[in-house]
Structures are given as structure tokens and as C-alpha cells.
């Protein structure tokens, strides 16, 4: 598996748990709107929004890991 479907499935595991921590049902469905359908639009693009700001924030830390990989000198020469 190449290093971008990890990255993906981990994104989309991200954003299943942020969908089910922020499920009415954990408040009681306090926040339950009259609109039924509007709600489930509202889930579905922050689903989808949550898989794209993860994916975005995994592969920024992967880069900054390599960057600050082994190896690595703070004068910003490559050790001979």
C-alpha cells in the first residue's frame, strides 16, 4: 500500500470518530434540528471537510518529520 492510501484511511478513521463525538445522541439530542435532512447535509460535507483538513494535517506532519529527521544539523549543512 503506498504511503498516500495510509494517509487517506487514516483521515477517514479520524473523521468517523469525530462524526460520532459530535453525534446528538452523546447531548441528549439537545441540538436535533426541525430539519432532519439539513442535518444530515451538515454531517455529510463536515465528513467530508473532516477528511480533507486530516488528510492535509497527516501528510504536513510526515514532511515535518522528515524534515527533522535523522541526520539532520541545525546549521543547515549535511554532516561529510
Known sequence: ?????I?????V???VLSV???WPFWRAY???PESR???WLY???GFVLAIYVFYVFIRGLRTLSIHEGPGHDDDGE???
Open 1 to 5: 500500500m503506498s504511503q498516500r492510501t
Open 7 to 11: 494517509d487517506l484511511w487514516l483521515a
Open 30 to 32: 439537545e441540538y436535533w
Open 20 to 22: 460520532l463525538l459530535s
Open 37 to 39: 435532512p439539513a442535518w
Open 43 to 45: 454531517f455529510a460535507i
Open 78 to 80: 549535511a554532516e561529510l
Open 13 to 15: 478513521i479520524a473523521s
